[in-house]
């Protein structure tokens, strides 16, 4: 014979997600009111009530995460500013050595190039796009080229 614990981890352990979690505290606060509401006839009505508009709000909470913040619900974070900076440092610590190699001119232009064409990337995410500006202009900014007159050479696909 099995216990009641042995069962309840399977479930507990399914809610790796917010919206999951969402729905066990739904479930959870409906389950504590409605024992309440048995419990204390004076205060009955009132916590029907509270039981009833618990439930719309949990959904308009849900809806206005799914609108604003989507990945939210998923647990997924957003690329953030600190990776972008984070990642444009140790992109110019790996490669301006060899850039150092040419003439100065160049060597700017080839940042100047870079930063370019992360700027002009797909804007189809808005995450990554900001993600990519924030790497152009630590790049930008690391390697003092955007007070210098650069002309990029080439074509930049947008």
Known sequence: ???????????FASITTPLSFLVLT??????????MAYDLPDYRSLLIWVMVVS???????????????????QGKRPLQAIHAEHFASDLYIA???YLNNLES??????????AA?????????????????GVAAKILSITNVQDQKVEIRGVIQG
């Open 55 to 73: 439930i719309p709000t949990f959904v308009g909470i849900v809806i206005g995460l799914a609108i604003w913040r989507p990945e939210a619900l």
């Open 95 to 97: 490669l301006d050595g």
């Open 105 to 114: 001119f160049e060597r700017a232009e080839a940042w100047t190039t870079f």
């Open 117 to 133: 064409s992360m700027q002009s990337g797909n804007r189809s995410d808005v995450n990554f796009g900001e993600f990519r500006e």
């Open 26 to 35: 739904l479930t959870f606060i409906e389950v504590v009111v409605a024992k």
């Open 1 to 11: 014979m099995t216990t009641g614990i042995s069962n309840n981890s399977s479930w």
